[in-house]
């Protein structure tokens, strides 16, 4: 019998759940779909990229209740602790009228095959919760998560615009008349012991402060730290992988701040893309711009820039302008803290400078110099909700001459991990910020990256557009014009 010490609690539409025993790995939707027979959640790709599995989980911040579109799919059960779980089951009253946002999708023929249409329904309760009088811009960055084959998307984004303008408050709503009882009951709930259960080859911990995850990490430096889920749900649901022990660390608030000073913003490694778009877009638009790309609205929001740093990939969207930014992490264990420059914190694939028993804390990310020229470009196969072939991060300081005083560029997608151009920074450094100079540096991307071939991009296709992407910089900083680097293709 397994032991346990405390249980996952947590509130599924209108009902109380007590969860004393429970698989490490065992997804939201699986618990819905199977256990609980609330099939109107759909699963579709089973890694977090349809949308067809979208629901609403609501947590506490800061004393308000904050509901969040999220993948059920890859959303793993032990990770809600303290949450309110909203499928598309709860929206329509017990009387069966639909709600507003339901009606709307009948009224405007949103749906047609219908597999996908409670995944969107979903998208748009939140949006419609959180956004008064949306417009089109938010509409469609709602429902950058969901894919649909049928419909085109204009009667769903027409659906979306009709009911835009009711506002919650004013119409039935099965949240909103109860959000207070609702915070009650999570506040209830939430509790800053550590929850244990299981033993052997199904242990599972979800602890309650920092330093409880520090010791959990000391006598488990072996163990998954989950915050997200973003990569690590994949690890389950198609690489079919045996992950024990598993730490929980979504719902820990002593990683979840974001700390703004004259020097910099200090972020909390808990903290999702969602909740850190504010604050970096206002410091560096650029970042921003790239972050909106960052999957779908689900995937923002599940997904922690902690967690994209610590995974490692050389993929990894966030590395490439942090490094650029001179950005550190600072590593957190049982023996103490240290801090590292991100850019050293990535040794080689697979391996990051992290001892056992530490976890990534924070990251500081240093002020932006107002002259400074800073750009992100990520290159994928779509535009919206696609993993990087590769992206670039570039940032200049000119001297009154305009030559280059200073540069730091990097890469994801170039190499096994994210890393700087550091034969293209010294290419540029002391020369006039010229398409000449860009032309004669382009040549020292072949010294500082040897990119693999993979079905996103060609190796050929990846140095041409990381050079190109150099002359792209030069433009957008200069106003000049310029002719881009080509390849011919031969048969």
């Not at 949103?110 to 009088?133: E, I």
Request: net charge negative; with cysteine.
């Amino acid at each position: 019998m397994i032991q346990s010490a405390g249980s996952i609690r947590f509130i599924l539409n209108d009902r109380e759940i007590a969860l004393d025993t429970l698989q490490p790995t065992a997804t939201l939707l699986d618990f819905l779909r199977l256990e609980k027979r609330l099939t109107g959640t759909k699963e579709g790709c089973a890694e977090g990229d349809c949308g067809a599995c979208t629901v609403l989980v609501g947590r506490l911040s800061g004393g308000e209740l904050i509901y969040e579109t999220v993948n059920a799919c890859i959303r793993f059960t032990g990770s809600l602790n303290a949450t309110h779980v909203v499928t598309v089951e709860h929206l329509a009253a017990k009387d069966g009228t639909l709600h507003p946002v339901q009606q709307a999708m009948v009224d405007y023929h949103g749906s047609q095959c219908g597999f996908c249409t409670p995944g969107f329904v979903m998208s748009l309760y939140g949006l419609w919760l959180s956004k008064d009088n949306p417009g089109r811009a938010d509409i469609e960055k709602a429902l950058q998560g969901n894919l649909c084959r049928c419909t085109g998307y204009e009667p769903i984004v027409k659906a979306a615009e009709a009911v835009a303008k009711a506002r919650p408050d004013a119409v039935f709503d099965p949240i909103v008349k109860v959000r207070e009882d609702i915070i009650a009951k999570l506040s209830a709930i939430r509790s800053t012991q550590t929850i244990r259960m299981g033993t052997g080859d199904t242990t599972l911990i979800v602890p309650g402060t920092a330093a409880d995850l520090a010791d959990a990490l000391a006598d488990h430096p072996q163990a998954t730290i989950v915050a997200g889920s973003t990569d690590v749900g994949l690890w389950v649901t198609k690489q079919m992988r045996e992950l024990n022990p598993v730490i929980f660390i979504n719902g820990l608030e002593d990683l979840q701040f974001i700390r703004e000073t004259e020097d910099g913003i200090l972020i909390g490694a808990g903290v999702s893309y969602s909740a850190a778009f504010s604050a970096i877009s206002a410091r560096y638009p650029a970042f921003g711009r790239m972050l909106d790309r960052l999957g779908g609205e689900q995937v923002r929001n599940m997904g922690t820039i902690g967690g994209n740093v610590a995974n490692g990939s050389p993929i990894g969207d966030t590395p490439p302008p942090l490094i650029a930014l001179g950005a550190s992490v600072n590593l957190r264990s049982k023996a103490g803290e240290r801090t590292v420059p991100l850019e050293a914190y990535f040794i080689e694939y697979g391996r990051q400078d992290r001892k056992p028993g530490e976890f990534v804390e924070s990251i500081f990310v240093p002020d932006l110099p107002k002259d400074d020229h800073f750009a992100v470009y990520k290159i994928s196969k779509r535009r919206d909700e696609d993993i990087s072939a590769l992206c670039g991060a570039f940032r200049i300081a000119l001297n009154s001459d305009n030559t280059v005083a200073s540069a730091r560029i990097a890469f994801g997608g170039m190499a096994g991990t994210p890393k700087r151009a550091s034969h293209v920074e010294a290419a540029l450094i002391g020369k006039p910020l010229t398409e000449e100079t860009v032309k004669a540096a382009q040549a020292a991307f072949d010294l500082d990256y040897q990119p693999l071939t993979d079905w996103r991009a060609t190796a050929a296709y990846r140095m041409l557009t990381a050079k190109n992407l150099l002359l792209r910089f030069l433009l957008e900083t200069s106003g000049q014009k310029a002719e881009l680097v080509r390849f011919e293709v031969t048969a």
